[in-house]
């Protein structure tokens, strides 16, 4: 364990399941599910918006660890020391965190959707 010390810390903008954390945490699991439609002549039919497409209903791989991992951490400071952080935007299950995790998995999922109108020149 580590103390943090931030003399100052400026963020434009947290959203969308954008996280800042101050302190330490356990586990951390943010989700962001994005289903965005640009239409080229703006029109809302009413039964749009739904989840079915398979980039939001297909499971994410995770990867298997054969390795034995072994670590010796030796702080000999055991403070973290920082004058200025400055960040334009934490979004879209981003973390910005002044401490320590044990456990971070994010998710996000966007599908992109543009609809123009046919040229049939």
């Known amino acids: 364990m580590r103390t943090s010390i931030v003399k100052n810390i ?10 800042f954390q101050v302190g330490d945490s356990y586990f951390i699991r943010p989700r962001n599910l ?14 749009e918006g739904h989840f079915n497409f398979p980039i939001f209903t297909k499971p994410i791989p995770k990867p298997i660890i054969y390795e034995n991992v072994k670590m010796n ?3 000999l400071k055991p403070i973290i020391k920082v004058n200025n952080i400055n960040i334009i935007g934490v979004t879209s299950s981003g973390i910005f965190q ?16 543009r609809q ?6």
């Open 34 to 47: 994005v289903l965005a439609v640009q239409r080229e002549i703006p029109v809302y039919y009413g039964n």
């Open 98 to 113: 002044v401490g320590s995790s044990s456990y971070i998995d994010t998710e996000n999922r966007t599908k992109h959707i």
């Open 116 to 121: 123009l109108i046919e040229n049939n020149t």
């Open 73 to 75: 951490i030796i702080n």
């Open 10 to 19: 400026n963020i434009n903008a947290v959203e969308f399941t954008g996280i």
